[in-house]
């Protein structure tokens, strides 16, 4: 039996917003004192889409500084930037020759990131989801958590450990769990069908874990909603996706469950809706925004947490590595 471990994962690609958070990293601090966890800033997956090399460090900083801001312990957990752990990208190797092309011809991701021109997409974009099984498996982690638009990649990864201990006739890897929070793909403020992202052109899509107060106001007000009164019950969402979000913004906020969200501004106007979302809200982000503004200021400090953090993630990878190098008859040395 495997000890249950945490493993996931944030891309350094831009400001972390309230999708990521609470959709992720909330569930990081949640877990944390029931689990062992690794938690990776994952700058290898970044890439796969061209990043800009003058601010890669400082999105890198950027990322640290929100887990420590939301109270993940850096002591106790393994926080690391993954291309400091240079055994993932060697992994990743490995397991590309288990994972199958129809495998990953079947990810939905890919297909909306590459989107018509998908001739011209990195072959890294196309393989990611190997790299990430791989981010995961290298340390024999369990339990993954994320948010839902990951579930695919998840699965693939329990078919790859699957495959591989069924071809290597061992029960090498644990097929990882999906850990995921209920009504938590949080979706634009501009449209209610499109997730919440970081790579929107529309900064009003989305609330960042650094915007002040006013910032949280304006892009509430701004968000897009229908004329009508807030509804009475759940099924009178299906027709209106934005409003259904931002009752999710709501009650994953605010700890209260979607149904008493509802009930609590039943036949109420948006607008005072949406004034008690922007206090939730505020509530929430004001003491993380301004611990990440003096955390990133103190470069050294964030430099020391990533360093430590890389230094144990090597020392449990190599251990991986070489069980992996006997098991397929690779080192003779
Ligand atoms: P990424 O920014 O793609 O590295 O995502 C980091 C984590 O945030 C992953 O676990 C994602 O599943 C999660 N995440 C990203 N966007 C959203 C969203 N709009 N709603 C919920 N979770 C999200
Ligand atoms: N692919 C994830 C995302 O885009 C990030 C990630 C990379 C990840 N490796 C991981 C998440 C391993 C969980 C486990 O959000």
Not at 45 to 57: E, F, L
Not at 268 to 293: G, H, Q
Request: aromatic share 8%; proline share 3%; glycine share 4%.
């Amino acid at each position: 039996m495997n000890k249950k471990l945490i493993f996931s994962g944030v891309q350094p690609t831009g400001e972390i917003h309230i999708g990521n958070y609470l959709g992720a990293i909330s569930q990081f601090v949640d877990n944390q004192d029931n689990y062992e966890s690794i938690y990776s800033i994952v700058d290898l997956h970044a890439i796969t889409v061209w990043q800009d090399p003058k601010i890669i460090q400082s999105q890198i900083h950027h990322v640290l500084s929100v887990f420590i801001a939301a109270g993940l312990n850096y002591e106790k957990n393994i926080i690391f930037n993954q291309s400091s752990v240079p055994q993932h990208a060697e992994l990743a190797w490995l397991l590309g020759c288990t994972a199958r092309i129809g495998w990953l011809n079947r990810m939905t991701q890919f297909k909306d990131k590459a989107g018509k021109n998908r001739e011209n997409a990195s072959v890294g974009l196309y393989t990611y989801p190997v790299l990430m099984a791989a981010d995961i498996l290298l340390y024999k982690a369990t339990h993954v958590p994320v948010g839902d638009d990951q579930k695919q990649h998840l699965e693939l990864a329990r078919d790859i450990a699957h495959k591989f201990n069924v071809d290597y006739e061992i029960d090498f890897f644990p097929l990882p769990e999906p850990v995921m929070n209920k009504n938590t793909r949080i979706m634009s403020l501009r449209d209610g069908t499109k997730k919440m992202s970081k790579s929107d052109t529309s900064s009003y899509s989305r609330i960042l874990m650094t915007d002040n107060n006013d910032d949280i106001k304006t892009k509430i007000k701004k968000s897009k909603t229908d004329s009508m009164k807030m509804p009475s019950i759940d099924s009178a969402l299906d027709e209106r996706p934005e409003i259904s979000n931002l009752l999710n913004i709501f009650s994953a906020a605010s700890g209260e469950s979607k149904e008493d969200v509802i009930k609590k501004f039943a036949e109420r106007e948006i607008s005072e809706f949406k004034s008690d979302l922007t206090d939730v809200l505020i509530n929430l982000i004001e003491p993380m925004s301004s611990e990440i503004k003096r955390l990133i200021a103190d470069k050294s400090f964030l430099n020391e947490v990533l360093k430590k953090g890389s230094d144990r993630a090597k020392s449990l990878s190599t251990v991986t590595i070489s069980e992996l190098h006997k098991l397929m008859g690779l080192k003779i040395l």
